[in-house]
């Protein structure tokens, strides 16, 4: 099964920003996205999506973080 690339995936519009922090370190672009894209991490009877291509290589997303505050949000994989 292929899984989404993360600079690939969200609109790049909108006003929530999108981070990623990796639990052993490394780098990846912040990106935009609209609300309504909160429900791609969802993926239909299989819950929420629990891995992600950051350029090239996956990784497994252990938790999502939504600030509403600072209108953001956070990816955490490992």
Request: a negative charge; glycine letters at 8%; proline letters at 3%.
């Amino acid at each position: 099964m292929r899984f989404p690339e993360y600079l690939d995936f969200f609109s790049r519009e909108g006003n929530i920003e999108v981070e990623v922090k990796f639990k052993n370190g490394g780098h990846v672009s912040n990106v935009s996205m609209n609300a309504c894209e909160i429900l791609k991490i969802v993926s239909g009877d299989e819950g929420f999506l629990n891995k992600m291509e950051f350029d090239g290589h996956y990784f497994d997303i252990y938790k999502y973080e939504i600030d509403p505050i600072k209108n953001k949000l956070i990816i955490k994989a490992r």
